[in-house]
């Protein structure tokens, strides 16, 4: 194995490590979740507030932005640089737009009345759903930052590298989100 | 306006009581005498280059044994005031500390202890031994490395920024437990402190148990397979696999607290359908793993220790390894008996004690493994084996009184008492830092290329444990009489005072055993002609770390070793393979990290950014985490972070031409 490929590996691993971590926190947010979305103090429920329809929409988006971002992975092991950018750059634009909607229904529901500080409930809902959309906008950034370094020096193994793993930490957040829209957002409006 | 500057932070904060004015004037004088000092040896360069900006895991772990040496220091003069306060303070005489004073300094002796003392030390053990044991130049990313290292000093430093700046120190007890943490009860800033210091020095944890995790499983020698890794690197790899998987759990419940605090939401609040309960279940659902994540990187050492002094193989490696394994598993379900009395029922309490007895087979297994390893072989009684035995009597003794604990209907009786504050001291100090001891001992010539004085090494034990004993008896004996911990103040008709003045002898007696350690290292300094390690191999040792000389150049090993068997270098002596002999022309070139001050930018970042937050100063809140990003983007630009050591310059320094 050469040096290179050894990097890649050992960076792999270290970061499918961090994804680990990342995915207890997230359990432990759940956790709370699940504990405290009974608690609504009088205020609105789940049942109330959320738009089943909206919260798909979001899902589309968001799984469709894997897929492009998966098309784009294997562009870029094919070394086609235009491709590769195209596909983030549609990523891009998904995650955004899927961050946008998420923005808007959270001012939405604060302008409302239904604040994080209303109810424990709504402390729980905003955390988690914000845990999510803090990590799709530290993705975007991410997204950025290696659509510089592709331009300075095209695809470069350090540069495929790097992209690999954003990929991983984008399908990651996909996952996170599939349970996101069914514990919060199903369960929420069912029972 | 001055609100926006400033944010909460008012000239009433600044230090106002004798202890905290004593503090300021120790850090400042202290800052100020070694600066002095820095800049008279024209120091600066060298401090910078050759140390703080290092990505040596060899230095690094030197930087986290000074620095948890100083927070041991720090910690223990918090005993002692709890300790005198307690001797004093009965009938009508209220002693010297006020009660709210009293609070913070029990809340600071044990987050310290935990956190910068013990985490410290093994931090600094793991970073300096196991890349040399299983025969790796280096750690997996040695920028991470850095990185943990100084959110860690960051955490450190604003733990104690209190003394500078004021305010208040947390006065929650060491976890803050809410709702006593949330801003209802705890208006000052104390708790916001706590939960930035921990935060950031939390996250500097995880990232190094990724890094030790990757480094272990990806970087090791040729021929080691796992089943050929040291017990201290199993062990390690034991505790970094429980850090990673709780310490996201910690670093959840402490936002969710910030939370509530900053934001005013309600997750543990007694009001607006918050739930306090859950603070506790997820605080101790990282909390008693934490206690493993303590405890396991000492069983390694003692493992190495025992084998080397009693010169034989480790009696049945598999067991040990696979009991290793076993405590990092039960460790994660048993988090639970440490709130027995919280009312979730006789089945729940009746699962989570049943799992507690279920810890004492693997670590009963353990025991005997050392025992019977020391059976027959030939024993050199020197200062890390006599700890082993001080630990063997006290852990076994604590850990019985964990048994008894582990019953819920016994546990009711002694719940939140003496009692239990002697039994995880029990297990605190004779378990884990005796470990630390025996380690630091052990591989002293291998951090510094001489050993430590014997004797004094031997009369400091005798006062530890004996003064151990004296200190934490009578605590067992007042916890079955019913004193409650954390008491500020008891009546006289308890008739309770005797034991706790026995028990201030005791630390007396412990604290002249941490003199003489003091003492030793001194006259180890100075003596260090008569002690010097020239082989690289003073204690006729078993693993690869003995390999190398000492102290180790700082690419490790020129060649790597081929590894054949469990005892690697043991195997290498006994064999016919020889060291030296025409190794000349097989000197490789080496790639190594470059040195990176980036790790301290960030930390530096994130410790005022942690600052601005306590005292809700917003705009500098925003600045800093914004040059933290900064700091990563411009990290991710630089390609280039590695320089390649050529062969011939590899030879030079192995014969010691120049000097590595």
Same mark, same amino acid.
């Given at each position: 194995?050469?040096?290179?490929?050894?990097?890649?590996?050992?960076?792999?691993?270290?970061?499918?490590?961090?994804?680990?971590?990342?995915?207890?926190?997230?359990?432990?947010?759940?956790?709370?979740?699940?504990?405290?979305?009974?608690?609504?103090?009088?205020?609105?429920?789940?049942?109330?507030?959320?738009?089943?329809?909206?919260? #798909?929409?979001?899902t589309?988006?968001l799984l469709?932005?894997?897929?492009?971002?998966? #098309?784009?992975?294997?562009?870029?092991?094919?070394?086609?640089?235009?491709?590769?950018?195209?596909?983030?750059?549609?990523?891009?634009?998904?995650?955004?737009?899927f961050?946008?909607?998420?923005?808007?229904?959270?001012s939405?529901l604060?302008?409302d009345?239904?604040?994080?500080?209303?109810?424990?409930?709504?402390?729980?809902?905003?955390?988690?759903?914000?845990?999510?959309?803090?990590?799709?906008t530290?993705?975007?950034?991410?997204?950025?930052i290696?659509?510089?370094?592709?331009?300075?020096?095209?695809?470069?193994?350090?540069?495929?590298?790097?992209?690999?793993?954003?990929?991983i930490?984008?399908?990651f957040?996909?996952?996170?989100?599939?349970f996101?829209?069914?514990?919060?957002?199903?369960?929420?409006?069912?029972? | 306006?001055?609100?926006?500057?400033?944010?909460?932070?008012?000239?009433?904060?600044?230090?106002? !009581?004798?202890?905290?004015?004593?503090?300021?004037?120790t850090?400042?004088?202290?800052?100020?005498?070694? !600066?002095?000092?820095?800049?008279?040896y024209?120091?600066?360069?060298?401090?910078w280059?050759?140390?703080? &900006?290092?990505?040596?895991?060899?230095?690094?772990?030197?930087?986290?044994?000074?620095?948890?040496?100083?927070?041991?220091?720090?910690?223990?003069?918090?005993?002692?005031?709890?300790?005198?306060?307690?001797?004093?303070?009965?009938g009508?005489?209220?002693?010297?500390?006020?009660?709210?004073?009293?609070?913070?300094?029990?809340?600071?002796?044990?987050?310290?202890?935990?956190?910068?003392? &013990?985490?410290?030390?093994?931090?600094?053990?793991?970073?300096?031994? +196991?890349?040399?044991? *299983?025969?790796?130049?280096?750690?997996?990313?040695?920028?991470?490395?850095?990185?943990?290292?100084?959110?860690?000093?960051?955490?450190?430093?604003?733990i104690?920024?209190?003394?500078?700046?004021?305010?208040?120190?947390?006065? !929650?007890g060491?976890?803050?437990?809410?709702?006593?943490?949330?801003?209802?009860?705890?208006?000052?800033?104390? +708790?916001d402190?706590w939960?930035?210091?921990?935060?950031?020095?939390?996250?500097?944890?995880?990232?190094?148990?990724?890094?030790?995790?990757?480094?272990?499983i990806?970087?090791?020698?040729p021929?080691?397979?796992?089943?050929?890794?040291?017990?201290?690197?199993?062990?390690?790899?034991?505790?970094m696999v429980?850090?990673?998987?709780v310490?996201?759990?910690l670093?959840?419940?402490?936002?969710?607290l910030n939370?509530?605090?900053?934001?005013g939401m309600?997750?543990?609040?007694?009001?607006?359908?918050?739930?306090?309960?859950?603070?506790?279940?997820?605080?101790?659902?990282?909390?008693?793993?934490?206690?493993?994540?303590l405890?396991?990187?000492?069983?390694?050492?003692?493992?190495?220790?025992?084998?080397?002094?009693?010169?034989?193989?480790?009696f049945?490696?598999?067991?040990? +390894?696979?009991?290793?394994?076993?405590?990092?598993?039960?460790?994660?379900? +048993?988090?639970?008996?440490?709130?027995?009395?919280?009312?979730?029922?006789?089945?729940?309490?009746?699962?989570?004690?049943?799992?507690?007895?279920f *810890?004492?087979?693997? &670590?009963?297994?353990?025991?005997?493994?050392?025992? !019977?390893t020391?059976?027959?072989?030939?024993?050199?009684?020197s200062t890390?084996?006599?700890?082993?035995?001080?630990?063997?009597?006290?852990?076994?003794?604590?850990?019985?009184?964990g048994?008894?604990?582990?019953?819920?209907?016994?546990?009711?009786?002694?719940?939140?008492?003496?009692?239990?504050?002697?039994?995880?001291?029990?297990?605190? *100090?004779?378990?884990?830092?005796?470990?630390?001891?025996?380690?630091?001992?052990?591989?002293?010539?291998?951090? &510094?290329?001489?050993?430590?004085?014997e004797?004094?090494?031997?009369y400091?034990?005798?006062?530890?444990?004996?003064?151990?004993?004296v200190?934490?008896?009578?605590?067992?004996i007042?916890?079955?009489?019913?004193?409650?911990?954390?008491?500020?103040?008891?009546?006289s008709?308890?008739?309770?005072?005797?034991l706790?003045?026995?028990?201030?002898?005791?630390?007396?007696?412990?604290?002249?055993?941490?003199?003489?350690?003091?003492l030793q290292?001194?006259?180890s300094?100075?003596?260090?002609?008569?002690?010097?390690?020239?082989?690289?191999?003073?204690?006729?040792?078993?693993?690869?770390?003995w390999?190398?000389?000492?102290?180790?150049?700082?690419?490790?090993?020129?060649i790597?070793?081929?590894?054949?068997?469990?005892?690697?270098?043991?195997?290498?002596?006994?064999?016919?393979?020889?060291?030296?002999?025409?190794?000349?022309?097989?000197?490789?070139?080496?790639?190594?990290?470059?040195?990176?001050?980036?790790?301290?930018?960030?930390?530096?970042?994130?410790?005022?950014?942690?600052?601005?937050?306590?005292?809700?100063?917003?705009?500098?809140?925003?600045?800093?985490?914004?040059?933290?990003?900064?700091?990563?983007?411009?990290?991710?630009?630089?390609?280039?972070?590695?320089?390649?050591?050529?062969?011939?310059?590899?030879?030079?320094?192995?014969?010691?031409?120049?000097?590595?």
């Open positions: 194995m050469d040096k290179h490929e050894f990097n890649n590996e050992k960076t792999q691993f270290g970061f499918w490590v961090y994804l680990m971590t990342d995915l207890l926190m997230f359990a432990a947010l759940f956790a709370t979740f699940a504990v405290l979305r009974k608690n609504t103090f009088g205020g609105p429920s789940g049942r109330d507030l959320f738009n089943l329809q909206f919260a #798909l929409t979001e589309l988006i469709t932005s894997s897929f492009t971002c998966g #098309l784009g992975i294997i562009f870029a092991q094919k070394k086609k640089v235009k491709q590769t950018v195209i596909f983030f750059g549609i990523t891009f634009l998904l995650g955004i737009s961050l946008g909607m998420e923005i808007y229904e959270f939405h604060i302008t009345g239904n604040s994080p500080q209303r109810s424990a409930f709504l402390s729980s809902f905003f955390t988690l759903v914000g845990t999510h959309g803090l990590h799709i530290s993705g975007l950034l991410w997204m950025i290696l659509f510089i370094q592709i331009f300075r020096k095209g695809l470069t193994d350090s540069n495929l590298r790097k992209l690999t793993l954003l990929s930490f984008w399908h957040l996909d996952i996170v989100w599939i996101i829209f069914t514990i919060v957002y199903l369960m929420g409006a069912v029972l | 306006m001055m609100n926006f500057i400033f944010g909460k932070l008012t000239l009433d904060a600044l230090p106002h !009581a004798w202890f905290t004015i004593g503090g300021t004037a850090i400042t004088l202290g800052g100020i005498a070694t !600066a002095l000092l820095l800049t008279k024209k120091k600066w360069k060298w401090l280059e050759k140390w703080l &900006t290092s990505t040596d895991p060899k230095k690094i772990g030197i930087m986290y044994i000074i620095v948890a040496s100083l927070m041991l220091f720090r910690g223990a003069l918090d005993a002692l005031m709890i300790w005198t306060q307690q001797a004093m303070s009965t009508s005489s209220h002693g010297y500390l006020s009660p709210a004073h009293f609070q913070q300094i029990f809340t600071a002796h044990g987050d310290i202890m935990v956190f910068f003392v &013990t985490m410290g030390f093994l931090f600094g053990l793991i970073n300096f031994i +196991v890349p040399l044991q *299983i025969g790796a130049r280096d750690l997996a990313f040695p920028f991470l490395n850095t990185l943990g290292f100084w959110l860690y000093v960051a955490g450190v430093v604003l104690n920024m209190f003394f500078v700046f004021g305010g208040d120190f947390a006065a !929650a060491w976890l803050s437990i809410a709702p006593l943490s949330e801003l209802q009860f705890s208006p000052g800033i104390g +708790v402190y939960i930035w210091s921990l935060q950031i020095s939390g996250i500097g944890s995880l990232i190094g148990g990724i890094n030790f995790i990757a480094t272990i990806k970087m090791r020698a021929g080691m397979s796992l089943f050929k890794m040291p017990l201290f690197t199993w062990t390690s790899l034991c505790s429980l850090v990673v998987s310490f996201p759990i670093a959840v419940t402490i936002a969710l939370l509530d605090r900053f934001f309600h997750f543990f609040t007694s009001t607006a359908g918050g739930n306090p309960m859950m603070y506790t279940n997820l605080i101790w659902t990282w909390g008693h793993p934490e206690v493993y994540i405890i396991l990187p000492g069983f390694g050492i003692f493992s190495e220790v025992v084998s080397t002094f009693s010169q034989k193989k480790l049945s490696y598999s067991s040990q +390894v696979a009991a290793a394994i076993g405590v990092t598993l039960l460790s994660m379900v +048993v988090w639970m008996h440490h709130f027995f009395t919280m009312g979730a029922g006789a089945d729940v309490n009746a699962f989570f004690g049943i799992m507690t007895m *810890i004492a087979v693997p &670590t009963g297994v353990l025991v005997f493994n050392w025992l !019977a020391m059976f027959r072989g030939k024993i050199v009684y890390p084996i006599l700890w082993f035995l001080g630990f063997v009597a006290t852990f076994t003794f604590g850990g019985m009184a048994v008894l604990m582990s019953v819920p209907p016994a546990d009711f009786q002694v719940h939140n008492s003496l009692f239990l504050v002697a039994h995880f001291h029990t297990m605190i *100090i004779g378990g884990a830092l005796f470990g630390i001891f025996a380690g630091l001992t052990y591989w002293f010539p291998k951090f &510094t290329g001489f050993k430590l004085d004797k004094l090494g031997i400091s034990f005798w006062f530890w444990l004996i003064g151990f004993f200190s934490f008896i009578p605590l067992y007042l916890g079955f009489m019913g004193a409650t911990r954390r008491l500020d103040h008891y009546s008709s308890t008739g309770w005072q005797p706790f003045i026995t028990s201030l002898i005791g630390f007396c007696i412990i604290a002249i055993g941490a003199g003489i350690q003091v290292v001194i006259v300094i100075k003596n260090r002609k008569q002690n010097l390690d020239t082989t690289g191999d003073p204690w006729n040792g078993r693993t690869l770390e390999a190398t000389k000492s102290p180790p150049s700082f690419y490790n090993f020129a790597i070793p081929e590894v054949k068997d469990r005892d690697a270098f043991w195997d290498i002596k006994q064999g016919s393979r020889v060291k030296d002999q025409g190794l000349m022309e097989k000197y490789e070139d080496i790639e190594m990290p470059k040195n990176t001050a980036m790790g301290i930018y960030v930390a530096g970042f994130l410790f005022v950014f942690g600052f601005a937050m306590v005292w809700h100063i917003i705009w500098l809140a925003i600045i800093t985490l914004i040059g933290t990003i900064v700091c990563f983007i411009i990290r991710a630009f630089d390609d280039e972070s590695e320089y390649v050591l050529p062969a011939s310059e590899v030879a030079k320094i192995e014969e010691g031409r120049i000097h590595g």
